[in-house]
């Protein structure tokens, strides 16, 4: 036994016309709002508050920003203009200069001779990058890192198979194993 099953389950169904029924109450809730005002001012300034209740319905009635409707993004910032924020003060960390000739603390040699030192020592290491290109281009083997490499030319499997499409119409393709 089959069952149908639902596909487009976030579409909102079309109640009143081309309209949601969402989309339906923004646009009655400005027009009702204009019907009001035109018995309380005057024609002009009527129009000009009418037309703009009207934009601002069609708005919220049909405006999405990255897949949110336009009411939850100005409720979303009224909520955060209205609550209270949190504010963090970090004191400035003190600065401590250091002598580069040789001092007491760091013997007779001073900093610049301990930062040769360190120079040299790290010139000694194995740099990232240059590391990383060798493993890219080099066909022999890092000592101590990896196995030799066996040229081995083995062509990828291949397959064909059927398999069937969201309509339902069954197709065959090549598959091709590249393991």
Do not use: C, H
């Amino acid at each position: 036994m089959q069952f149908q099953v639902p596909q487009f389950i976030e579409v909102e169904d079309k109640i009143i016309g081309p309209l949601t029924i969402k989309q339906f109450l923004y646009i009655a809730a400005m027009a009702g709002l204009s019907f009001i005002l035109f018995f309380m001012v005057n024609f002009l300034f009527w129009v000009i508050l009418a037309t703009i209740l009207m934009i601002i319905g069609a708005a919220f009635a049909f405006v999405n920003i990255n897949g949110q409707p336009l009411i939850k993004i100005v409720f979303s910032a009224f909520q955060f203009y209205m609550r209270p924020r949190l504010y963090l003060w970090q004191r400035e960390a003190a600065v401590k200069e250091l002598l580069l000739s040789g001092t007491k603390e760091f013997g007779e040699e001073g900093v610049l001779s301990k930062r040769e030192t360190l120079k040299n020592f790290f010139s000694e290491m194995p740099d990232v990058k240059n590391l990383w290109r060798e493993l890219l281009t080099t066909k022999n083997p890092l000592p101590k890192r990896e196995k030799s490499i066996l040229p081995t030319f083995k062509s990828p499997a291949e397959r064909f198979e059927s398999f069937r499409k969201l309509a339902g119409q069954k197709e065959v393709a090549r598959r091709i194993d590249y393991r």
